[in-house]
């Protein structure tokens, strides 16, 4: 949760008017849209793409650390500048995280329907 932000943001937030980018409440923190653990900057504008945005505290916890499922413009741009800009290393291990998530999945799984092979379980 971003809630510590320079002081010009700090203040922005505080005067009002600022409504939160999920559910229209009043916001109180900037979120990050991609998130900082993943290679987002904490930034107001990067390349024409913004990747902080007002959030109330419930939607900005809610979303934690995970990328955002919102679809619209603004969210769209910051994502493809992430994704056009991001390290080599960074990219590495987000495949490499996806990868093992996939492998215990599998595993998931194969335990189901050991467990109850006269159940099945259809892809989603």
Same mark, same amino acid.
């Given at each position: 949760?971003?809630?510590?932000?320079?002081?010009?943001?700090?203040?922005?937030?505080?005067?009002?008017?600022?409504?939160?980018?999920?559910?229209? +409440?009043? @916001?109180?923190?900037?979120? $990050?849209?991609?998130?900082?653990?993943?290679?987002? %900057?904490?930034?107001?504008?990067? !390349?024409?793409?913004?990747?902080?945005?007002?959030?109330?505290?419930?939607?900005?916890?809610?979303?934690?650390?995970?990328?955002?499922?919102?679809?619209?413009?603004?969210?769209?741009? +910051?994502? @493809?500048?992430?994704?056009? $800009?991001?390290?080599?290393?960074?990219?590495?291990? %987000?495949?490499?995280?996806?990868? !093992?998530?996939?492998?215990?999945?599998?595993?998931?799984?194969?335990?189901?329907?050991?467990?109850?092979?006269?159940?099945?379980?259809?892809?989603?």
């Amino acid at each position: 949760m971003s809630v510590l932000t320079p002081p010009g943001w700090r203040e922005e937030l505080q005067a009002g008017g600022l409504w939160c980018h999920y559910c229209f +409440a009043v @916001a109180t923190t900037w979120d $990050h849209i991609v998130p900082k653990c993943v290679g987002g %900057l904490t930034t107001r504008r990067w !390349a024409g793409a913004r990747n902080l945005i007002p959030a109330c505290a419930e939607c900005n916890e809610a979303k934690g650390s995970r990328m955002p499922t919102c679809r619209c413009r603004r969210c769209k741009r +910051a994502l @493809a500048w992430w994704q056009r $800009h991001l390290p080599q290393d960074v990219r590495r291990a %987000l495949l490499d995280d996806l990868a !093992a998530r996939i492998e215990d999945l599998l595993a998931m799984q194969a335990a189901l329907e050991a467990a109850a092979p006269d159940v099945v379980v259809a892809a989603a």
